[in-house]
């Protein structure tokens, strides 16, 4: 202990200050030939962070240079150009109220002519709309099928996707026929809410069915003739449509 008593002394009463190696510095810079103008006149002022040459300080703004933005996301323009060239949500989701409209309008009147460019859209938003409004229509009336709707929905679809592309010489994919056969259940889920107020288990019934039936035939063999360029097979496309909304219908009545 007595030694380290000794250092702790001979440390602090060495006379070592900060001032005596700033000193040394500028004597030892004014020994190379002289000081630099843009830098402090002795070592003193090196040491205090105070003082800053007046050059220096005017010559930074306090700004960084941020590029803009032009037109599509290009520089030279502004970020509210940008966004307001962005499509809306809903259209970069495929969904378009407007034809979703169109689509149901042409299923309702089964005289009215489709629009093939529309009616060829992949668009399923109105499809699982009408097929769980049927579920929930099935539900009410203490039937629970929401199964069975999925189900037969599912291999539905894949068989006429399969038919069509045997019979017509275009090529249609699988969303659009699952979406042209979705849209035209909505007579049939007209038929399902029917059914929660009156039985359907009897004459009357079974003839709203086989008119309920007929029209989602038609309606979907209309529009497939009218994207598939099939005016003389509509019979022909409306039978396997007719087995398809026809077990719909077994299901809604009994």
């Excluded at 039985?199 to 209309?222: P, R």
Aim: hydrophobic fraction near 45%; glycine fraction near 10%; aromatic fraction near 12%.
């Amino acid at each position: 202990m007595g030694d380290m008593e000794q250092f702790d002394q001979d440390f602090y009463s060495s006379g070592y200050y900060v001032d005596d190696q700033a000193q040394a510095v500028a004597s030892t810079y004014d020994d190379w030939g002289g000081r630099h103008p843009e830098y402090p006149q002795n070592g003193t002022e090196a040491m205090m962070p105070g003082i800053l040459d007046q050059s220096i300080e005017q010559s930074y703004t306090g700004h960084v240079f941020q590029p803009q933005r032009g037109e599509a996301g290009t520089l030279g323009g502004t970020d509210a150009d940008y966004y307001e060239e962005e499509p809306p949500l809903l259209e970069e989701l495929g969904i378009n109220f407007d034809h979703i409209w169109q689509k149901t309008m042409t299923v309702l009147n089964p005289f009215k002519p489709a629009d093939g460019s529309i009616m060829n859209e992949t668009d399923l938003t109105g499809p699982i709309l009408f097929c769980i409004t049927l579920g929930v229509n099935l539900l009410m009336a203490g039937k629970v099928h929401f199964g069975y709707i999925y189900g037969i929905s599912a291999m539905s679809c894949l068989g006429v996707y399969l038919l069509l592309n045997m019979m017509s010489s275009l090529a249609v994919s699988c969303g659009c026929v699952a979406s042209i056969l979705g849209y035209c259940l909505l007579p049939m889920v007209v038929l399902s809410a029917f059914a929660v107020f009156v039985s359907l288990q009897g004459y009357l019934g079974t003839l709203l069915a086989l008119l309920v039936v007929g029209w989602c035939s038609m309606s979907a063999s209309k529009i497939f003739i009218s994207t598939l360029a099939m005016e003389d097979q509509q019979l022909l496309v409306a039978y396997p449509c007719a087995l398809l909304y026809g077990v719909f219908a077994l299901l809604t009545v009994f």
